[in-house]
Nanobody, 121 residues
Framework: QVQLVESGGGLVQPGGSLRLSCVASGSIFRVNVMGWYRQAPGKERELVAVITSGGSTNYVDSVKGRFTISRDNAKNTVYLQMNSLKPEDTAVYYC???????????????WGQGTQVTVSS
């Protein structure tokens, strides 16, 4: 079994910054794509940013230039640096990872429990 644990959420004023972290642990042979999604009240979950094991990244247009995704492959950890935060960034942020476990021949997607980010004055 694999667990993803997020941290770093909280309340921040508009224009402020937060850094989210997500650590994958458990039965892991390799972690492929890791990403951050978010879900605001009354809205569908949306992709925020993804990063491959090789470091290639992709962002939703609304966060380009403000958010930066990065990862530490040795620690199976992904980060999301969020700058210039706006009230519309308020949501529960979820970590996602595609994991190969030892002895398997397929990749399994795992989700974290979510961390609340609130941007408000």
């Amino acid at each position: 079994q694999v667990q993803l644990v997020e941290s770093g959420g909280g309340l921040v004023q508009p224009g402020g910054s937060l850094r989210l972290s997500c650590v994958a642990s458990g039965s892991i042979f390799r972690v492929n794509v890791m990403g951050w999604y978010r879900q605001a009240p009354g809205k569908e979950r949306e992709l925020v940013a993804v990063i491959t094991s090789g470091g290639s990244t992709n962002y939703v247009d609304s966060v380009k230039g403000r958010f930066t995704i990065s990862r530490d492959n040795a620690k199976n950890t992904v980060y999301l640096q969020m700058n210039s935060l706006k009230p519309e960034d308020t949501a529960v942020y979820y970590c996602n990872a595609g994991v190969w476990s030892p002895g398997t021949r397929y990749e399994t997607p795992y989700w974290g429990q979510g961390t609340q980010v609130t941007v408000s004055s």
